[in-house]
């Protein structure tokens, strides 16, 4: 999936990214919010849902916007979507879980751990697997 430097929504979440690594949050997440708004199709929603979701103070927030973000992606008719796919169910199952929904969590999990085969064969995809493997295993040592 090629994200165009000349897509106005991309622009905005760069940004934000940059206001982001600037210290600026408050300023990033009003361009992930804009982004957000101008979004017109599953891919720019997706892009935006996920950015908007990590200025969240609230988990259930943050499971909102990732849920948001995993339906845009889904909706996606590029196959190369599923590399994104691993990181969206990480997420929700993390929110899951600091909500003590186990059930829910390992469900996502076992979602993410489908999706790792179209993972990079990097640092980023490396971080992506040892997070699931992380969640699973930091559940599977509760006794819910």
């Known amino acids: 999936m090629q994200f165009d430097p000349e897509n106005k929504v991309i622009q905005l979440c760069i940004e934000g990214m940059e206001h982001e690594g600037a210290g600026k949050p408050e300023e990033a997440e009003k361009l992930f919010l804009q982004a957000w708004n101008e979004s017109e199709n599953d891919f720019e929603k ?58 829910l969590a390992i469900k996502n999990y076992k979602e993410a751990l489908f999706y790792t085969n179209f993972l990079p064969a990097n640092e980023y995809g490396n971080m992506i697997k040892n997070g699931i493997e992380k969640g699973l295993a930091r559940i599977s040592d509760l006794k819910w």
């Open 46 to 103: 997706f892009t935006s849902a996920h950015y908007v979701a990590r200025h969240q103070s609230s988990i259930t927030e943050k499971l909102k916007w990732d849920e948001i973000a995993l339906v845009a992606a889904l909706n996606i008719k590029d196959e190369s979507i599923k590399g994104s796919l691993p990181s969206l169910y990480l997420n929700i199952g993390k929110c899951y879980e600091d909500l003590k929904d186990y059930g």
